[in-house]
């Protein structure tokens, strides 16, 4: 079966067509053919060895991507996830080893894998899952109520949009990050106010703010320079483990997808949204498979609005 991985951990070029075996098909699973999966910064990371110990990956390689679009082919048995053989989903993978979605086809967990959105072609659809789910994930452990301020830091990005957008759904007042040729973007997205991004960015929102900010998801990945911007006793959601210094009794709350990679009503609902318009899917472009190599080298160059998907079908 053809998939895109690595043998040898390195830069983008390292990223090659490898045969992988058909992966066996459990009760509670479905069999995905994979017609589009997005690329994100952690697919970069895999392919760099940051997971790994070793120069060289176990064989036949390692195959990153945690975004899936694609088609039902099989449903394992005691499956209760309301598909049949033929309907359109979209998946969450998580990775390891040979199991990651830069492949033909893929075996999930029930709980991960979702009718797509009806309205969404199959390289949209890609981009929901992984993103979306820790969108949401974020807003949960912040545990804001209507009327609250958020502060959303990289609101440009393809998970800083989908927090401003599911925030805004649930009546949350939001200040965001903008650099100047992403203003109306992020204002489209529905920030009510926007400051300069950069490291003085905390210093931006408390002159909006001079108490600061009920709570604040990092998605810029700031860690302790974000903090000055919210009031004692807030909160924040950071995206890489960091956990705060525990000073002025602000909760730091590290999100981990994983927590709600199987949580299917979660899922069922970020794709409700989609469809009704409360969650923009934002492609920045699609390429073929073979190109993942290139699709690397352009979402490490930075600038990229939305997500690079490649196309599995092309």
């Known amino acids: 079966m053809r998939a895109y991985g690595v043998t040898q951990y390195g830069g983008p070029d390292a990223l090659h067509p490898i045969d992988v075996p058909q992966e066996d098909l459990g009760p509670g699973e479905i069999r995905v053919a994979v017609t589009a999966f997005a690329v994100s910064p952690t697919d970069t990371s895999v392919r760099a060895g940051q997971r790994s110990k070793d120069d060289r990956a176990e064989d036949p390689g390692d195959v990153p991507g945690m975004d899936v679009a694609g088609t039902v082919v099989e449903l394992g048995p005691d499956t209760d996830a309301d598909l049949e053989p033929g309907d359109r989903v979209v998946g969450i993978v998580q990775p390891r080893a040979q199991h990651g979605a830069y492949r033909e086809e893929i075996v999930l967990p029930q709980g991960s894998v979702v009718r797509a959105p009806s309205n969404a072609s199959d390289a949209a659809a890609s981009t929901l899952p992984m993103n979306a789910l820790t969108a949401r994930r974020a807003l949960d452990l912040l545990g804001l109520e209507p009327g609250q301020t958020l502060a959303v830091t990289g609101a440009a990005g393809t998970l800083g949009g989908y927090i401003i957008?599911?925030?805004?759904?649930?009546?949350?007042?939001?200040?965001?990050?903008?650099?100047?040729?992403?203003?109306?973007?992020?204002?489209?997205?529905?920030?009510?106010?926007?400051?300069?991004?950069?490291?003085?960015?905390?210093?931006?929102?408390?002159?909006?703010?001079?108490?600061?900010?009920?709570?604040?998801?990092d998605a810029s990945i700031q860690s302790e320079q974000v903090l000055p911007a919210v009031k004692d006793g807030g909160a924040v959601a950071t995206f890489r483990g960091y956990k705060g210094d525990g000073a002025r009794g602000i909760d730091v709350h590290p999100v981990m997808v994983w927590d709600v990679a199987e949580d299917r009503e979660m899922l069922s609902t970020l794709r409700d949204q989609a469809e009704n318009g409360t969650l923009t899917l934002r492609v920045a472009e699609t390429l073929p498979a073979a190109e993942a190599a290139e699709a690397h080298r352009r979402l490490e160059a930075g600038g990229v609005r939305g997500r690079i998907v490649l196309d599995m079908t092309a």
């Open 165 to 217: 957008q599911l925030a805004k759904a649930v009546g949350l007042e939001v200040v965001a990050d903008a650099a100047e040729k992403d203003e109306d973007l992020v204002r489209t997205l529905g920030a009510d106010h926007l400051v300069r991004r950069g490291d003085d960015v905390a210093d931006r929102i408390r002159e909006l703010f001079p108490s600061g900010v009920d709570g604040l998801a």
